[in-house]
C-alpha cells in the first residue's frame, strides 16, 4: 500500500454522502478502510442498480454486519480493537444504543480516534432533527448569498455542506486526532459537523459582512456575481466564460482584449456603476465564441477560462496533463488530491458490493475461522 497514511486502520460504519467521501479520502491516501455495510443491504443487493456512492465507495474492502443480530456489536468491537480510526454517521445517541459507541470502542481501545459526522452535531436544540446539505447551508446563512439578484436562493450542488463542510472536515478532524493520539497514546472523540464545517468555509463572508464590506442582496458583492470582473458571460454560441480580473493589473488587460480603455470606464471598485459595467461587458463578450474568446485571452496575461461542461471537463488539454480524472470501475473518476511526490496517493480499486469481503476481510482481522463461523450461523455476518 502506498500514499501518507499507509499502515492507518480504519473501520467506516457505513453511512451516506459524507461519510463514505471521508472513506474514500482515507484510502486514497492509503489507509486500510474495512466498510460495515448493513445486513440488509447486502441481501437486498442489485448489481444492475446504479449507485450514488460508486465513486465515493472505491477502494475498501466490505463486510456485511448485522448490528442487531446476536454478537453483531461484537464484530464491530473486535475491529475497534485493532483500528487507529472508527467513523460513523448516525444520529445522535444511535451508536451507543447499538453498543458500538464512544464508551464502549475507547473502552476496548482507548487509542482509537472515533469520528462521528452528523449535520447539526452532537448536541443543541436541532440535533435529532432530520436534514441533507442544503437544510444545514441555509442555516449557516451562506445559502442566501447564493444565486441571482431578485432570484431564490441556489445550493452550490452538495459541494458545501455535505463534502466540503462534513467530509472534508470529518477526514482532517480524524487524522488531526491520530497524529495527536500518537503523542499521547489517547483516541478521542472528532464531531464533525455539516452544520460546523459549512460555517467555517464561510468565515472571510461571515467576516465581511460584519466589517460592512459585504452587502445582503445577492449579486451586489465582489465574488458572488456582483463584481462585472468577477462572473460568467455568455457568448455568441451559448456557452460562458469565467473572469475573475479581481487585480487592477488583471483587470486592465482583460478590459482592453474587450477593446475597451479602463480610462473611458468608471473606476473598477465603484458599486454603484458595476450593474453598468456588467452590461457593457456582457454586450462584448456576446461577440465572439467561447473558442474564440479562449484563442484571444488564452496568452494575455489575466484570470479567464472557459466554463466547461462535466464532459468537456475531462478532456481539456491541462485536465489531461495533470491526470485529473483517472479509469476506475469502468468510468472516468477524479483522481485522489493533494499530490505527494515521496508516498503518492492513488485508487485502491473499485466499489466493492456490500458483504463481499466479509470473511476473508474478517481472517486477515485475525478473526479465528470457528468465530467466523459462528457469526455466520447468528446472522451477525452476511457474505455478499
Known amino acids: 500500500m502506498s500514499g501518507p497514511l499507509a499502515g492507518v486502520k480504519v473501520v467506516e460504519v457505513a453511512s451516506i454522502g459524507p461519510g463514505p467521501w471521508c472513506a474514500m479520502m482515507l484510502s486514497d491516501m492509503g489507509a486500510e478502510v474495512i466498510r460495515l455495510d448493513r445486513a440488509d443491504d447486502v441481501r437486498t ?5 446504479v449507485s450514488l456512492e460508486t465513486v465515493t465507495k472505491r477502494g475498501r474492502r466490505s463486510v456485511g454486519v448485522d448490528l442487531k443480530a446476536p454478537g453483531g456489536a461484537e464484530v464491530v468491537l473486535a475491529l475497534a480493537e485493532q483500528a487507529d480510526i472508527l467513523i460513523e454517521g448516525f444520529r445522535p445517541g444511535v451508536a451507543e444504543r447499538l453498543g458500538i459507541g464512544p464508551a464502549q470502542t475507547l ?20 440535533a435529532q432533527v432530520p436534514g441533507h446539505d442544503i437544510n444545514y447551508l441555509a442555516l449557516t ?20 455542506g455535505d463534502f466540503g463542510g462534513g467530509g472534508l472536515m470529518l477526514a482532517f478532524g480524524v487524522v488531526c486526532g491520530y497524529l495527536e493520539a500518537q503523542r499521547s497514546g489517547r483516541g478521542q472523540v472528532v464531531d464533525a459537523a455539516m452544520l460546523d464545517g459549512a460555517t467555517l468555509l464561510g468565515a472571510m463572508v461571515h467576516g465581511l459582512r460584519q ?62 456603476s458595476w450593474p453598468a459595467m456588467r452590461a457593457r461587458f456582457a454586450e462584448v463578450f456576446l461577440t465572439r465564441t467561447r473558442e474564440e474568446w479562449v484563442r484571444l485571452m488564452a496568452p494575455l496575461d489575466t484570470c479567464f477560462a472557459p466554463v466547461l461542461t462535466l464532459d468537456e471537463a475531462r478532456s481539456h488539454e491541462h485536465n489531461v496533463a495533470r491526470e485529473l480524472f483517472v479509469a476506475n470501475d469502468g468510468i472516468m473518476q477524479s483522481a485522489p488530491a493533494p499530490r505527494f511526490d515521496r508516498t503518492p496517493a492513488s485508487i485502491k480499486g473499485p466499489a466493492a458490493r456490500p458483504g463481499q469481503h466479509t470473511e476473508e476481510a474478517l481472517r486477515d482481522w485475525g478473526f479465528a475461522e470457528a468465530r467466523i463461523d459462528e457469526l455466520r450461523g447468528t446472522g451477525a455476518i452476511v457474505q455478499g
Open 211 to 272: 466589517l460592512g464590506q459585504w452587502g445582503q442582496e445577492r449579486e451586489s458583492n465582489r465574488h458572488d456575481g456582483g463584481a462585472p470582473f468577477y462572473g460568467t458571460y455568455q457568448t455568441s454560441d451559448g456557452h460562458y466564460v469565467a473572469v475573475a480580473a479581481n487585480e487592477p493589473r488583471f483587470y486592465r488587460v482583460m478590459v482592453e482584449a474587450l477593446g475597451l480603455s479602463p480610462d473611458d470606464l468608471p473606476a473598477q471598485d465603484d458599486q454603484a
Open 141 to 160: 446563512g451562506l445559502l442566501h448569498t447564493i444565486g441571482p439578484a431578485g432570484g431564490r436562493p441556489m445550493p452550490p450542488l452538495n459541494l458545501v
Open 45 to 49: 443487493y442489485r448489481p444492475d442498480a
Open 107 to 126: 473502552a476496548r481501545n482507548p487509542r482509537l480516534v472515533y469520528g462521528r459526522i452528523t449535520g447539526w452535531g452532537q448536541d443543541g436544540p436541532l
